[in-house]
């Protein structure tokens, strides 16, 4: 009689990140947190990266009590500098990453004409160019060693404008444009590259809609889901890019958003 694998082996195989290492900026805080910490309780080993100590520490201690494998790294990544002073100590916690998850970003949205080049510099520097200098950085180790997962996290406004998208907008369209290409260069050799396109979050990034409930309940309306999301939501999308289970998905733009962009 052959012995058949259970349902706990199939999953595991399809979803485990065990033995993966993954860097995740932005990790401390908002979306980027509800994911490092779906990646950790998946098995990673989880290199949280972000500017503000204390909430550096209160993440990496709430993974580590479950039994995850976690640490932090504080970084400016609004400069070049500062990012590959990042990606190198991040790299050095627990090896090269598997996984790079690109949460990390700024949501400075001025009217356009009064959108100056100050905005506009440390709009692209923080959203686009530290996204393509760590994929700079860990896509062709990935590559060399035959697998990899890159995970941005962009926004509605890349497909549509609205609520001032500003510069904001553009450098999250660029992002997913960043995608496809690291998807071109790098999906040969084992390496997928996708976005998560979120619909509206409560989250610190969107202080200024949180702010107003009429908006807030007017965004909720507008989801088939019938409420706004949640950071949790992303948990099962990001642990689903960051596994084996989605070798055959790259390039693309996942909508986690309630049915938002479509309704």
């Not at 976690?70 to 790299?91: H, Q, Y």
């Not at 404008?161 to 510069?167: D, E, K, L, R, T």
């Not at 084992?190 to 409560?202: D, H, R, Y």
Request: aromatic fraction near 6%.
């Amino acid at each position: 009689m052959t012995s058949q694998r259970g349902p706990h082996a199939y999953l595991s195989e399809l979803f485990s990140l065990d033995g993966l290492v993954a860097v995740v900026t932005g990790g401390s805080s908002g979306i980027g947190r509800a994911i490092a910490g779906a990646l950790a309780r998946a098995g990673a080993s989880v290199v949280v990266v972000a500017r503000r100590e204390s909430e550096l520490v209160a993440t990496v201690e709430e993974l580590t009590a479950e039994g995850g494998r976690a640490a932090w790294v504080g970084a400016d990544l609004s400069t070049r500098d500062g990012v590959r002073a990042a990606a190198e100590k991040a790299a050095a916690v627990f090896g090269e990453p598997d996984i790079l998850v690109n949460s990390a970003g700024i949501n400075l949205r001025p009217p356009m004409g009064e959108l100056g080049e100050d905005v506009w510099d440390a709009t692209m520097a923080v959203n686009l160019e530290a996204p393509y200098l760590l994929g700079l950085r860990f896509g062709p180790g990935m590559a060399e060693r035959g697998f990899g997962r890159i995970i941005h996290l962009t926004s509605q406004q890349a497909h549509r404008a609205f609520v001032q998208s500003g510069a904001y907008g553009v450098s999250k369209g660029a992002l997913e444009s960043l995608a496809r290409s690291q998807a071109e260069a790098w999906s040969p050799h084992g390496v997928t590259c996708n976005t998560l396109v979120p619909g509206f979050v409560m989250t610190p990034l969107n202080t200024r809609l949180s702010a107003d409930p009429e908006r807030v309940a007017a965004l909720a309306a507008r989801t088939m889901v019938g409420r706004n999301g949640l950071a949790e939501d992303f948990a099962g999308a990001a642990v689903f890019l960051a596994s084996r289970a989605s070798g055959y998905v790259t390039g693309q733009a996942i909508f986690v958003d309630g049915g938002f962009s479509v309704h």
